[in-house]
């Protein structure tokens, strides 16, 4: 079983230019995450689903978009990318939203804006 | 929203223990986890605490006071492969996760 897959791994991408980070997960678990990490500031939650259909802003949502049109996919959008958006992004997700239910993390992306 | 306190480093001897505090203060409280992550890696499921008391699990155990708005991981006889960032995690009423900026343990010979 893959799990949770994150492609590409890692992106060098000009500032102004448009780029989507994928997602994909083979669990069939509701609920799916993307964070962003940064030294010192720890995992922000940027956008979530709680299932299939439904997406929610999290932390710090300026600047990217997702979409959740089935179960496995949950792609990240960075529209216009400026330097700030240099990160480590992670996608995640758990069988639900709630109870005990850890949420499983894909490898990451590592981004460069230039 | 969520402020989640935790110290930045810690080190500590092979075979000692280590105790990782964390204190939180939210809005809502629906569970409280912590993570484990190695450099270059990501993060891995240690521990889920949503009722007072510690949770034990081999070496590892995780205490949660939720009138305090604290918890602890306690590592037991520490192993080299224990080197890594140690990520409380807590969730909210709408079910978001906030998570600390992470407690860097580094174990020594």
């Known amino acids: 079983t893959a799990g949770i897959t994150q492609a590409p791994t890692s992106q060098i991408l000009a500032a102004g230019r448009s780029m989507t980070l994928r997602c994909t997960q083979d669990?069939?678990?509701?609920?799916m995450y993307w964070y962003r990490q940064d030294l010192g500031l720890g995992l922000r939650l940027i956008h979530y689903s709680n299932t299939a259909g439904t997406t929610g802003k999290g932390e710090v949502p300026d600047g990217y978009s997702v979409s959740r049109a089935n179960t496995d996919d949950f792609p990240l959008t960075l529209a216009s990318a400026v330097p700030s958006q240099t990160s480590v992004y992670f996608c995640?997700?758990?069988?639900?939203?709630?109870?005990?239910?850890?949420?499983?993390f894909g490898p990451g992306t590592r981004l460069t804006v230039l | 929203g969520q402020n989640i306190d935790q110290p930045t480093e810690m080190t500590a001897t092979e075979g000692a223990i280590v105790q990782i505090n964390c204190t939180y203060q939210?809005?809502?409280?629906?569970?409280l986890f912590w993570y484990q992550q190695h450099a270059g890696e990501a993060p891995t499921f240690l521990s889920y605490n949503v009722l007072d008391g510690l949770e034990e699990k081999g070496r590892f155990s995780s205490f949660l006071s939720r009138s305090k708005g604290y918890s602890y991981l306690l590592l037991k006889e520490l192993q080299m492969k224990d080197s890594a960032s140690y990520l409380c995690a807590v969730r909210d009423g709408d079910y978001k996760l906030s998570f600390g900026a992470g407690t860097t343990v580094t174990v020594r010979a």
């Open positions: 995640a997700s758990s069988v639900e939203a709630g109870g005990p239910n850890e949420q499983f």
């Open positions: 669990m069939r678990h509701n609920a």
């Open positions: 939210t809005s809502g409280f629906n569970g």
